[in-house]
């Protein structure tokens, strides 16, 4: 009888992972991606042309094609490429003011509404040429027009965008990021841009934070914090944006199923929470911001924490490296990067044009 009860008991469901077990499977991702971070500041050190960032998303690729990263990683490579990253933007709030930052969005804001403008318009047309389907196009476009994964992430529930449409975007995206780490700086001494005029250019024609901040840093502190509060106000736009794609969801949904009744109509309609298309580091950055406005950070202080924001997104990116996914670029085809890249260029030279001819560089 008592095997018998014993048989009937259920077996007991595994217990959830507690903080302090999350925090140590974070260790060792997080430990390769400083380690790759401190070898990567060395060479900046030695090719300041190049620098720290751009060194560490370099090894980070170079080791992702080489050695699969193995599950043990993972945790600390996502939180490495996404928190600390996002800590490293905060921090970057000391370098300003609440008045400068006013000033840096309002004088980005004709470059900046240009080039979206211009990247979403190009999207929908050359996305139609290609044979790309509607969602897929958005997402690129959002996603070069506005904040890279970020914009992808917050438009694909809005649009109810599948899964495989999402893996090809970013996958797009990350490749055009890389590219720009690499050329923009090349291209700004080329065509010898100032601080001021290479932040703008960086902060409205690169797609994801992180390569904002890693293309701006081997240029110059001045080009960096430009170039993030452009990257910020920009990130904005896919509040106005998600709005815009919400309500077209739903007309396309009651087209495609005009007999339903409103109760399905409602359902199918995407709703949109405009708080949480905010990011906390947008706001976390402007805490910071306004607590350097009334002088409670000394400017002693301020160097080493540049130099601390400048590692932080050197830890971030070389994570970013060891994440490539090069069975996702074989996978998505030629089309998506073929989109990708027009869009990357035709934003580029939209923002060196828009600010030429607005009298910004």
């Not at 080791?63 to 800590?87: C, D, E, N």
């Not at 291209?187 to 797609?207: D, I, K, P, R």
């Not at 970013?320 to 990067?337: C, E, H, N, V, Y």
Request: glycine letters at 10%; hydrophobic letters at 55%; proline letters at 5%.
């Amino acid at each position: 009888m008592e095997t018998m009860r014993a048989s009937t008991v259920e077996p007991a469901t595994p217990p959830t992972p507690g903080v302090a077990s999350r925090a140590i499977s974070k260790l060792p991702g997080l430990a390769v991606a400083v380690g790759i971070a401190a070898l990567a500041t060395v060479i900046g050190h030695f090719l300041p042309l190049i620098g720290g960032p751009v060194s560490g998303i370099l090894i980070g690729v170079a080791l992702a094609t080489r050695l699969k990263v193995g599950a043990r990683l993972q945790p600390g490579i996502h939180t490495a490429s996404r928190f600390i990253l996002q800590l490293s933007v905060v921090i970057l709030g000391s370098q300003l003011s609440l008045a400068q930052i006013a000033k840096v969005g309002l004088e980005s804001l004709p470059v900046m509404l240009g080039t979206l403008v211009v990247c979403l318009a190009a999207a929908w047309m050359i996305g139609r040429w290609l044979g790309i389907t509607g969602d897929l196009r958005t997402l690129i476009g959002v996603g070069t027009g506005i904040c890279g994964a970020s914009a992808i992430a917050a438009v694909t529930p809005v649009i109810g965008a599948v899964s495989i449409d999402v893996a090809y975007a970013i996958s797009t995206i990350f490749v055009f990021n890389i590219a720009a780490v690499l050329v923009f700086p090349l291209l700004g001494h080329l065509l010898g841009l100032s601080q001021h005029a290479f932040g703008l250019f960086a902060g409205t024609a690169v797609n994801d934070m992180s390569s904002v901040v890693a293309t701006a840093a081997t240029y110059g502190a001045a080009a960096t914090n430009f170039a993030v509060v452009v990257k910020l106000v920009r990130t904005l736009m896919i509040i106005p944006v998600a709005l815009v794609l919400a309500a077209w969801a739903g007309r396309r949904i009651t087209r495609q199923a005009p007999a339903a009744t409103d109760v399905a109509v409602a359902r199918g309609r995407r709703r949109v929470n405009v708080f949480r298309l905010v990011p906390w580091f947008l706001i976390g950055f402007l805490v910071i911001a306004a607590i350097n406005s009334i002088g409670l950070i000394p400017d002693a202080a301020q160097p080493p924490l540049n130099a601390v924001s400048v590692f932080l997104i050197t830890v971030a990116l070389s994570a970013i490296g060891l994440s490539t996914d090069l069975a996702g670029f074989r996978r998505a085809g030629p089309k998506p990067l073929i989109l990708g890249a027009s869009l990357w260029i035709i934003v580029s030279a939209a923002s060196l044009g828009l600010q030429f001819a607005t009298g910004l560089n």
